[in-house]
């Protein structure tokens, strides 16, 4: 091992092209591959940029030439030498540097490598485990680098454009209070007070809303977040989000000011000139079409609501589904009529990952419908079917019939599934969707009470307010959700600058006066010393660069992103700790020490 | 209370003059200030750009001048009217807007304010805890707020400017791993590892030089770090900081960076066009002419070292501390010699609470040197250490005695309050410093082992390799602080690279190869897997900023700060938990429940 000594980086393994022939030029970086080839040694040297290829020939420096014959992949080396144009044979138009080569004159090995544990420069097979074990050279790999890259320019344009339309980035607690409405928060005991304890925040949204009645006008923070859930693919213990706040505003502006974010962050990351304004739709027309509050609206299969169509008809398992107040929906699967019985069997089997107990299934003949189920409609039923599903020989009809609630979530489901194996989703193309319209309630029937759609801080819809006490569920909320492809990657609302209102609505959720009180006491004081009206919305950074980058996962976007049991391979957190930590935190194991 | 209706707002509250004569306006803000002359109702509305008066007159329109009688401070509300210019006598030049008032034709009330508990416009005294109770109405106040504002500049300036320097910015985890090195960590107990914590960070150092072994070559990320410590008036249990690594760097070329970073923030904050470079000074020569490694160069009252001039004098106290191996040292306060007894006398009290067992002092006469302890130096002495002080008739000598540490303790704060009381910092001059050359260890005697100055992963001097081992205390680092009027506002160091030489520094400290696997381990193999020469510095943000915008307590630039106890007034957090939570967390309580 060598230090630098008087050597400095003049370039990147990026930047050197015919400009620079005859220069001299200190390259710093890794051993990518090392070829011999007629007594020369050719190395690709790699950095964050790019790739250069420098060469040890004999002939121009036989000691550096000597020297080289010990490097190794991803060994550490600076080297010093002279641009020269590439022999017309080995040009390698793939590369920016590729009509180059640096004739080396001193190389320096700063740093050896131990046998990487996987190769870098192939796209072999690696558990996930080893690859974030050894993230750090999972990262060296081009396509991964690249994300980091894209999220940090992401976030940068971000950045400027909330920072140009006069918002400021704020920085809110990390260490702070338990709220129990939401998800399960991470705990942090204190030392200083025994029996009390920190919450890490599941979002900024009681501060930023502080932050409006201070006066702030316009707030965004880019800041981690963090969720104490069981972990799906695409969930992350901690996450970033995008935080925005403002003040004296409508629906109508945010929406607005948001399309234009998204906008530059297209055209920055993905040369794509989007056209706001986005599509929008409400909540009940996006459940009703397509099953989901975040349809894909880049292919059609929509569902079509045969309820009142196949009332009363024979066939019982239907009947007693829209006896009991649940609906039959169904997809026309446009030419897929020639589905084989394991397709069938397939789509029957993936249905029901999403509650489906069976699914009934029709082929569209050009003589008649074949099914197992044909024979229990009328010809009329039948008719109306054909019509309103706009059934063509060669079509196959896929059936939901459950309480609304399974219907949506298997069909909506089944029909991404169709899209799939239909090859209807382009790779490239962008939908955004504006869903609005939200019910600002659900009835949960495990607490068996109301519980709030977004979070109980969202103004209802004001031409509603009577129904708040009569028919909770029936009220919409002023929320608005911005899908792409159909995940949501962002959403927000209009708050509740009221606090009458939010006492109200706070009893609708079953918060009586004293909880309210006690957990959000601070938030219903702020609101009767001069609250202005407020709204806002939160993006998932994760999501949306994997969605920017077309990745497959949140975590090819993350630097250093956790298993799905949440623990970080590298590091190996989490660890032990020493009791005395424990101890100090006034607290003791309640789980078997070995 | 009323919608925003069709009003939108056109202006803010700082932007109107006589360019828009006549023009209609609609702003929307709080009610600073109401003032009624001659049955007109003038408004100073506030919102967080600036002022504008808003007049309700009744000769305009009757009803809106009604509806005003009702306002109140803080009320929020929105006004449509006219941009006229002020009768001559009633111009504000004070004010940006203070040409014009608004003449309005529309009042909307879009909320109410109960009275405050503390008036907004003046400097009244109020606690500190209920200041931060209702943070929100604090923030109001024109001078808090722009402090907020300066922060989000600030940052926004560094970021750019480190963006333009091909650094990206990169997330690191917050849910990491306890290292037991270094200050006490807050933990995060795991509920699906039973037994288990993860810790927020302290710094993202491991990450941060993982990254340069991945290859990422100019990291930043600002960034909140967390350390559980009792709280001094200028620390905050979380905290933020500018965090840089680079790689393939020297020193020189780091602190270069750094130059013309400080630079473009003090142009940005200050309008100042700070020369750089900045001055350096060793470790060595600030401990001996500051007794502190972070001096404040604003000016003089330098330390004198008075040892061996009085080794073997006739004052015992001195020569005792001498024998053991302490030293004598000397600030010639430079004339103070008419301080009375009881400025002595408190000057004494100060240097008790550094550790000093009394202070003695000389005032130089025409004549004589007037101390009690005058009378214990030969004539020879006095000649030496008045050529050594440079004394003058009129000056006032000051001494420690004692070891060395306590001496530097005791003078370097001694020589701070001396400059305050005899008003030697001027406010608006800011001295960089850079101080170089630290020790790499420093014997710690509870732990009776050597521990890192900085962290056990800076690079010694390669010059010294060889005392690691005979002499470790000698050996220096290859560390570097930046300080700024004697505050230290960032630390950072050329890191080690090699893993032979991480395990020498371990075993230097004392980390045996098996604890330093079990806590380093993943560090030391990405060591051997290829790592650059690399290193990093990180800021102070809180500090930083405390120092731009001139407050006196870094609470001051913080939206919401804790209290000295860790507490945050306005959420009540830290609070308790449901049991419940408690168990899903594999924890038992060790404190008494109520």
């Not at 069938?344 to 569209?364: N, P, Q, S």
């Not at 009835?443 to 028919?471: C, S």
């Not at 993006?539 to 250093?560: C, E, H, K, N, Q």
Request: charged share 30%; net charge negative.
């Amino acid at each position: 091992m060598e230090s630098m000594g008087a050597l400095r980086r003049t370039h990147t393994c990026n930047e050197l092209g015919l400009d620079f022939l005859d220069q001299e030029t200190t390259l710093m970086g890794w051993v990518l591959r090392r070829r011999d080839h007629g007594g020369v040694i050719f190395i690709d040297l790699r950095d964050r940029w790019g790739i250069t290829q420098v060469v040890f020939n004999p002939e121009i420096n036989p000691a550096v030439h000597a020297k080289a014959h010990q490097l190794r992949s991803e060994w550490v080396i600076a080297v010093r030498g002279r641009v020269a144009k590439r022999p017309e044979s080995m040009e390698n138009p793939k590369l920016a540097t590729g009509a180059i080569e640096i004739l080396v004159d001193e190389l320096r090995i700063l740093n050896t490598s131990e046998t990487p544990p996987f190769p870098l420069d192939e796209d072999v097979e690696v558990s996930d485990t080893l690859r974030l074990q050894y993230r750090y050279l999972d990262l060296r790999r081009p396509e991964i680098a690249k994300n980091l890259i894209l999220r940090h320019q992401a976030l940068q344009t971000v950045r400027t454009y909330l920072n140009d339309n006069q918002f400021l980035e704020i920085e809110t607690p990390m260490l702070t209070r338990s709220t129990p409405e939401g998800a399960r928060d991470y705990l942090v005991p204190s030392r200083v007070h025994a029996g009390k304890f920190f919450a890490l925040p599941q979002s900024p949204q009681l501060f930023k809303q502080i932050l409006m009645v201070a006066g702030m006008d316009r707030y965004y923070q880019i800041v981690k977040c963090f969720r104490d859930e069981d972990l799906r693919a695409d969930r992350q213990p901690e996450f970033t989000q995008i935080d925005m706040e403002l003040s004296f505003i409508t629906e109508e502006e945010i929406i607005t000011i948001v399309e234009g974010m998204i906008k530059a962050l297209f055209k920055e990351i993905r040369d794509l000139d989007l056209q706001p304004p986005f599509n929008r739709m409400t909540y009940d027309e996006a459940m009703r079409r397509f099953g989901t509050d975040r349809p894909d609206t880049r292919f059609g299969l929509e569902l079509v609501d045969l309820t009142e169509t196949l009332r009363g008809c024979g066939f019982k398992v239907f009947n007693t589904v829209i006896d009991k107040g649940g609906m039959v929906k169904a997809i026309n699967a446009k030419g897929c009529g020639a589905f084989s019985r394991k397709d069938l069997d397939d789509l029957t089997e993936y249905a029901g990952r999403f509650g489906a107990r069976g699914m009934a299934w029709i082929k569209v003949k050009e003589d008649e419908w074949q099914s197992p189920i044909t024979k229990f409609f009328t010809e009329d039923e039948i008719k109306a079917m054909a019509q309103a599903l706009d059934a063509q020989p060669g079509d196959l009809i896929l059936f939901g019939a459950d309480t609304a609630k399974t219907v949506h979530q298997v069909l909506s489901e089944l029909r991404l599934e169709l899209a799939r194996r239909l090859g209807l989703i382009q790779g490239d193309s962008f939908n955004f969707l504006w869903v609005t319209d939200f019910p600002l309630l659900e009835y949960d029937e495990e607490q068996k009470r109301y519980t709030a759609v977004h979070h109980p801080f969202t103004a209802p819809n004001e031409a509603q307010l009577e129904l708040l006490e009569t028919d909770p569920g029936a009220v919409k909320s002023r929320a608005y959700d911005l899908v792409l492809n159909g995940n949501e990657i962002g959403g927000g609302s209009i708050r509740i600058h009221s606090p009458l209102m939010q006492k109200k609505v706070f009893k609708a959720l079953g918060i009586e006066t004293e909880e309210a009180q006690e957990k959000f006491g601070f938030l219903l004081r702020a609101l009767e010393l001069g609250a202005p009206p407020h709204g806002g919305i939160a993006f998932g950074v994760d999501r949306l660069m994997m969605l920017l980058t077309g990745s497959t996962s949140i975590r090819d976007v993350i630097a250093f992103p956790k298993t799905q049991k949440a623990t970080c391979p590298l590091t190996e957190a989490p660890s032990s700790v020493a009791r005395k930590q424990l101890t100090e935190l006034h607290l003791q194991p309640d789980w078997k020490e070995k």
